[in-house]
């Protein structure tokens, strides 16, 4: 049987965002780990723009965009549905776009920047820092941020707060301002979610033999 094909890299916040959507809705792809800076062309061949992640389904119809192929699998598998209210999907909508254009524009300069502290580099922390003051206010103080249940909210954002963290580790759990960002935070990076969305695979090469997401040690 032909699965999802699925270009991926480990680290990168929207490949793991759109891998929590397949595990979570109990997808299989075969994936392939992609090294940035030598992209497959079977890749580039599909999706001329180059960034990951990159999902081709069963009939060959290509998603390029995180959120797209997050949509994808929700489409077979609405985990999600009816979890929150349409203002809480539409904050959501909000709040990931946030992310996307403001805080990882500014979570890049603050985490490439050079070691020592630069007025630029705290220039960077500090915005990435009034978005997160931001939401520890909406927080909803259970376990995920709006309730029991994990939503689209918590796999989009929370890789990027996982850089932010590993940016300045010390610096970021002696913080007294954000408690429910940091508690959210550390349930993340202590779920078995993140553990079966972070397991490595060897780069892919045409090749090589195939490789399945989520993880299953397949006999072939
Ligand atoms: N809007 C895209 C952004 C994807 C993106 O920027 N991915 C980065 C890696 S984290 C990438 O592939 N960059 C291309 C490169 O570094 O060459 C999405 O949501 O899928």
């Excluded at 994808?72 to 539409?90: G, H, M, P």
Aim: proline share 4%; aromatic share 14%.
């Amino acid at each position: 049987m032909e699965l999802p094909i699925l270009y991926s890299f480990k680290r990168c916040p929207y490949a793991m965002r759109a891998r929590m959507a397949i595990f979570l809705t109990d997808t299989i792809c075969e994936i392939r780990e992609v090294k940035l800076s030598h992209k497959p062309l079977s890749m580039l061949e599909v999706s001329n723009k180059g960034t990951v992640p990159v999902l081709i389904d069963k009939n060959g119809k290509v998603y390029d965009e995180s959120l797209d192929i997050i949509n994808w699998a929700l489409r077979k598998n609405n985990i999600f549905n009816e979890n929150i209210t349409v203002e809480q999907v539409s904050y959501s909508h909000e709040l990931i776009a946030e992310f996307d254009k403001d805080f990882k524009f500014h979570l890049d300069r603050y985490k490439y920047s050079s070691r020592y502290i630069s007025d630029e580099k705290l220039f960077h922390r500090d915005a990435c820092m009034t978005i997160l003051k931001k939401l520890e206010s909406s927080y909803s103080k259970d376990v995920w941020f709006f309730d029991n249940k994990i939503n689209m909210i918590d796999i989009c954002i929370l890789p990027f707060i996982r850089q932010f963290r590993i940016a300045d580790t010390n610096w970021f759990d002696a913080l007294e301002e954000i408690p429910e960002i940091q508690g959210w935070l550390n349930r993340f990076l202590e779920s078995n979610l993140l553990k079966n969305i972070m397991i490595n695979y060897n780069t892919w090469e045409p090749e090589n033999k195939k490789e399945f997401f989520p993880y299953k040690p397949i006999e072939s």
